[in-house]
């Protein structure tokens, strides 16, 4: 049909009544999206105009903003055309910073910027380049959730464009309190509709976005426990679960959580969080949660013995939980078990309950490659100082090693494999190891893309203990005839000594430690030919 001439005509007249009209006419014709493209860009510049110089009359503004907001929804030509009027977007915005008892101007004033900025970039940055503008949806939030549903879903559409372009440091900490308050409600009523739970979303999700709201609930047992019982009904949403884990994992490894909650009978926050551990849960996003912070708390031997005396089950109930999972997101939690294998008196138990299995899982994991890091600090937790390294839990961390392209879960395998390789030492066992074919090879190759690296990126430690096993395996005769078997490779890593003793600060420097260490695998290579002279080399910097 087409947008009314008559109305396009009365809107530039002078009478209050006839501009009324025509703007009338227009709001109807423009829910047309045909009408919508035909709109002459001097329409919209004019309906801005009558809206500024309506200062004092509230129901004409109302008219316009509506008017505007239909103009330019999924429109694209017409947002470009509004981007030109800063006069009038800034006043609009003003709206919703002036305090006023206004629910229809609010209303509007909220629905136009979201239809100006939504899936339009130009009009998202000009949204969230307004440093006042956060403050201003706080406040809208606050007076009016109560009072419209609609004008809040339009504000939290709005705040999760701040999220989407990572713009959240204007909010301040009073939007968490109320969002905390509504999701809260939304709790007690237990909708069906996902939709319904948008407050604990955006709850969520600026939570994770700035440091200053974590550390209110890291410091704060009451906001905390109110956010447990939320996460613990909306954790199990799709658009809310991944940021709920996110969250409570954060708040959990803050330094001040640790205070917050202790590991104790008489810790009502710590029982409930126990509490939600069960082998036979539905609920695994629920259980890893719940996981993630107490390995947060779980961070020494003394802290750990004290959480297994209270429920001396743990182990195998997140075990029985995680059986057979391998989503990246739940997978989180073993975090848990990562930290209690570090216990000595555990590993066993660990190793005892499928800890093999979940390795290998965890080592699969593509999505995240701190996930594959989790199997891999396991593994080397638990073929460190036993008396019998599982050999199929080496086999698991030489074949990550191999096929991981992450450098830092390669260095986590490297110090398995050389955990593995002490272990075998200290009783006696490495004769028995039937991976020294392959862990030779891997250690000497995982040392030199250490050292081939810039030496900001050594980890002094890893390379001194990794030297260390290669010095081990040289005194061995299946050793030393693994290492003679590949020239190349031995050689390369050899002449890294030079670089090596480069970067040697001091006498108590661990880089000291390691030209040693090379030193000595060259002293046990001489008498071959085609690595005396590099052999040589590298015993004159361990002695020089």
Not at 89 to 111: H, Q
Request: glycine share 6%; hydrophobic share 40%; proline share 3%.
């Amino acid at each position: 049909m087409g947008v009314d001439k008559g109305d396009l005509g009365k809107i530039n007249g002078e009478g209050l009544e006839e501009v009324t009209e025509g703007l009338e006419g227009l709001l109807v014709s423009l829910r047309s999206p045909e009408n919508r493209e035909e709109m002459e860009e001097e329409t919209i510049h004019r309906i801005g105009q009558v809206y500024l110089q309506a200062e004092q009359d509230r129901d004409l503004r109302v008219l316009c903003a509506r008017t505007v907001a239909n103009a330019v929804a999924d429109c694209e030509r017409n947002r470009a055309v509004l981007l030109e009027d800063q006069e009038f977007l800034a006043e609009v915005g003003r709206t919703l910073l002036a305090g006023e008892d206004d629910v229809r101007g609010v209303n509007v004033a909220l629905t136009l910027l979201f239809n100006f900025s939504n899936d339009y970039e130009p009009g998202t940055k000009l949204l969230t380049d307004n440093a006042q503008l956060p403050s201003g949806l706080s406040r809208t939030i606050s007076v009016y959730h109560k009072s419209d549903e609609f004008l809040l879903h339009v504000a939290l559409n709005l705040v999760e464009l701040y999220l989407e372009q990572g713009a959240t440091q204007g909010f301040p900490e009073a939007i968490i309190d109320i969002l905390l308050e509504i999701s809260s409600q939304v709790v007690e009523a237990d909708p069906q509709d996902e939709d319904d739970w948008q407050p604990a979303l955006v709850l969520m999700r600026l939570i994770e976005s700035d440091e200053k709201f974590e550390k209110e609930f890291a410091v704060n047992r009451k906001k905390f426990a109110t956010l447990l019982e939320v996460g613990k009904r909306t954790i199990r949403l799709d658009s809310v679960g991944q940021h709920a884990l996110a969250v409570v994992g954060n708040i959990s490894s803050r330094e001040e959580f640790s205070e917050l909650v202790k590991i104790s009978p008489s810790d009502d926050i710590y029982v409930y969080i126990q509490n939600i551990i069960q082998p036979d849960t539905t609920n695994l996003m629920l259980v890893s949660a719940a996981c993630c912070i107490l390995g947060n708390l779980a961070i020494d031997a003394e802290r750990v013995r004290c959480m297994m005396d209270l429920k001396p089950d743990l182990v195998q109930c997140v075990m029985r939980a995680y059986e057979g999972c391998t989503n990246a997101f739940q997978l989180q939690g073993t975090h848990l078990l990562k930290n209690i294998s570090a216990t000595p008196q555990y590993k066993s138990l660990i190793l005892d309950n499928g800890a093999v299995d979940l390795i290998r899982r965890l080592c699969n994991v593509k999505l995240f490659f701190s996930i594959r890091r989790l199997g891999a600090q396991m593994a080397r937790n638990l073929l460190r100082d036993v008396s019998n390294p599982n050999e199929e839990l080496l086999e698991v961390v030489l074949h990550t090693f191999k096929t991981d392209d992450n450098d830092m879960v390669k260095v986590d395998c490297l110090q398995a494999t050389v955990a593995a390789i002490e272990s075998l030492a200290t009783s006696n066992r490495l004769d028995q190891c039937q991976h020294l074919p392959t862990i030779v090879p891997s250690l000497v190759k995982g040392m030199t893309g250490i050292l081939s690296a810039s030496p900001d990126h050594w980890n002094g430690v890893t390379l001194l203990k990794t030297s260390k096993a290669l010095g081990i395996l040289s005194t061995q005769p299946q050793g030393q005839e693994l290492l003679l078997r590949s020239p190349t490779e031995i050689t390369d890593l050899l002449q890294l000594s030079d670089k090596v003793k480069a970067q040697v600060k001091s006498p108590q420097d661990t880089l000291l430690g390691v030209v040693k260490n090379l030193g000595f695998i060259a002293s046990k290579l001489t008498h071959d030919p085609a690595l005396h002279d590099v052999a040589q080399s590298a015993i004159r910097n361990a002695t020089n």
